[in-house]
């Protein structure tokens, strides 16, 4: 096997601390470290912090790096502190109508389920579609069946799009389960439709290669496969959709905005017709410069090939496990892998196991040092572009060794 396309050795990571859990939160770059250092020491010196280079630059930089991860452009990008931000802009700025409806596969993630909740009293409903026979979430999330890899999911949301449905809001990757979601497929049906895909791509930016088409609107946090602190990510939004969308109106989201030799209080001037009229403010440059570094390497590695190390390594890890107690979730798994339905975390089901069983499992990989995360019935364990095949083996290790 090649060599992993991120250089593990960029990364703060040592033999305690097996990490499959950017799902989670992504470790951060050691370059990054040096990045927020440096732009800490200027803001020590005020003097130093440069306005075109600093306050403009930064921020620009990043939107062009988050537009050449997403295959768009810049200008349609705006820099956003969370996935759930990104939403809410959305929510709040649709031009909504009573009776409008919000369709949602069943059991998102709360960041996209609270921005179309809060709608509620402007008469905008929310409705959630389970995506196969069996699937249930909220309190009964434990009891579900796990996806497989004959389900059509995406048939599902298709045949639930209504008459007064304006939005599809759904995740790329689904947090618990793991499964992805064919977003052209569904760009495409929300399209004839005249319905706008929204979409949190938080548990794909990084690990998953992006293609726009038939998207309204693309939100991520920087914190997970984007190995980036917490508390800057970016939401990506169609020109036309934006110009539909209410500006979020801060000070930066206007014309002219930063041209001092035009008074700031002269209120007549235009919107910014560019992501920018969707930000929060004023930029926060500490985080935008540590989501610039993150991305660079990223970029630099390649999405397309991060993807593929991970599926080879999730691969190697479902033909290890056969032997094991795990062997029903490596054949569902593998049919999911090959059907193209994962993101970058193969997520192992309870199978009636409850969460004892998954307890027990991830309580004995921090003995060994490793670090995997449960969430909603499912033991995951998340693979990026830095991991190797010898931790491959220690997860197959552990994992043959726990059946819980
Ligand atoms: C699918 C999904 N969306 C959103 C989030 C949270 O995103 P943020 O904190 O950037 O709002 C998570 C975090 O676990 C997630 O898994």
Request: aromatic share 8%; with cysteine; proline share 7%.
């Amino acid at each position: 096997m090649s060599a992993p396309p991120l250089n593990p050795a960029l990364f703060h990571l040592d033999r305690e601390h097996l990490w499959v859990m950017h799902c989670s939160e992504g470790p951060v770059p050691r370059a990054t470290l040096r990045v927020v250092r440096a732009f800490m020491h200027k803001e020590l010196r005020p003097w130093e912090v440069r306005w075109q280079e600093d306050f403009q630059g930064i921020p620009a930089a990043v939107r062009a790096e988050a537009a050449a991860l997403l295959g768009g452009r810049p200008e349609d990008i705006s820099l956003s502190p969370s996935t759930s931000t990104g939403l809410v802009t959305v929510a709040q700025g649709f031009p909504w109508l009573p009776g409008d409806e919000v369709l949602a596969p069943l059991g998102e993630f709360p960041s996209n389920a609270w921005p179309w909740l809060a709608l509620k009293a402007r008469g905008v409903a929310f409705r959630e579609v389970p995506l196969w026979e069996g699937h249930q979430s909220g309190a009964d999330a434990w009891s579900s069946r796990p996806p497989r890899a004959d389900a059509d999911p995406e048939a599902r949301l298709i045949a639930a799009l209504g008459p007064r449905t304006r939005i599809l809001a759904l995740s790329w990757v689904r947090f618990q389960d793991g499964l992805k979601l064919d977003l052209q497929r569904l760009g495409n049906a929300c399209r004839e439709r005249g319905v706008h895909l929204v979409v949190d791509g938080i548990q794909a930016a990084g690990t998953v290669p992006v293609d726009l088409a038939g998207l309204s609107a693309f939100a991520s946090g920087g914190h997970k496969g984007l190995l980036a602190p917490q508390g800057m990510g970016f939401l990506w939004t169609d020109e036309g959709f934006r110009q539909a969308l209410a500006p979020s109106g801060t000070w930066l989201s206007v014309e002219q905005a930063t041209d001092f030799s035009r008074p700031s209080t002269d209120f007549a001037r235009a919107w910014l017709p560019d992501g920018r009229a969707l930000e929060p403010g004023g930029p926060n440059l500490l985080q935008a410069s540590a989501l610039l570094e993150s991305l660079r390497l990223i970029n630099g590695a390649g999405v397309p090939a991060i993807a593929a190390h991970v599926a080879t390594l999730q691969a190697r890890l479902l033909e290890a496990l056969k032997p094991s107690a795990w062997a029903g979730e490596c054949d569902r798994l593998q049919g999911l892998l090959e059907a193209g339905r994962l993101g970058s975390f193969l997520a192992l089901h309870h199978e009636g196991g409850g969460a004892g069983r998954l307890e027990a499992v991830l309580k004995a990989g921090f003995r060994q040092g490793i670090f995997a995360s449960v969430r909603e019935g499912y033991l995951r364990v998340a693979f990026h572009g830095f991991h190797t095949e010898a931790d491959v083996a220690r997860i197959a290790d552990w994992l043959g060794g726990a059946a819980g």
